[in-house]
């Protein structure tokens, strides 16, 4: 069992989603497209990404609500022509039906060859799902075509948050491009929440 409560899985959605918006705003991007499940945390983390990104950039953004219904978002993937899509599958759904939903959704884009670059949710990574979508052959010849796949990752002993472009041959290879610091408040909610642990900070 997690040791955080509901409202401090929210709030942490909230400060690693600024990070985020921040993260990917810092690659350059202008326009951004924002893919989510329907459920609270997701939208949270979405939202909070969505909200920094626009912050530091004068570019645009669209939140796509995920609900069963991966061929419509990928046909209005395709019509918003984003330069960066960001796949922010996680949150309370268990993750085996997250992933299902993630391959179909990658799936659904590799059919009409949705233009962008990807960045994937180190919740969704973490657990597979980018291993099990590779096992298709057109969403890995689709991802295989991208100029960038990016995932951001935790770093809990170090309290960062890292951003890696992810290389795709025989095996996932992550290459680290940048690294952000992260609060004491925001690295002691990422422990409890994902490692189940408490850290006392010297």
């Not at 291993?131 to 960038?148: F, M, Q, R, T, W």
């Not at 002993?157 to 795709?168: A, C, H, L, S, T």
């Amino acid at each position: 069992m997690p040791l955080t409560t509901f409202e401090e899985e929210i709030y942490l959605r909230t400060l690693t989603g600024r990070l985020v918006g921040k993260a990917i705003a810092d690659l350059g991007v202008n326009k951004l497209a924002v893919v989510a499940p329907r459920n609270i945390i997701c939208s949270s983390i979405a939202t909070a990404t969505e909200t920094a990104f626009l912050d530091h950039t004068s570019g645009i953004t669209y939140h796509f609500l995920v609900d069963n219904n991966e061929e419509d978002i990928a046909d209005r993937l395709a019509g918003f022509n984003a330069q960066v899509i960001l796949l922010q599958f996680g949150g309370e759904i268990p993750i085996e039906q997250t992933k299902k939903s993630f391959v179909k959704l990658l799936k659904a884009m590799a059919k009409k060859n949705v233009p962008g670059n990807i960045v994937f949710h180190v919740r969704i990574f973490a657990a597979g799902g980018v291993k099990e979508a590779l096992e298709d052959n057109e969403i890995k010849k689709y991802l295989a075509s991208k100029e960038g796949l990016f995932v951001y990752t935790v770093g809990f002993d170090e309290g960062k948050v890292y951003v890696n472009k992810v290389k795709i041959s025989d095996k996932i290879e992550l290459e680290k491009l940048a690294e952000y610091q992260v609060t004491l408040e925001h690295a002691d909610l990422l422990n409890r929440s994902l490692k189940e642990r408490k850290i006392i900070f010297q």
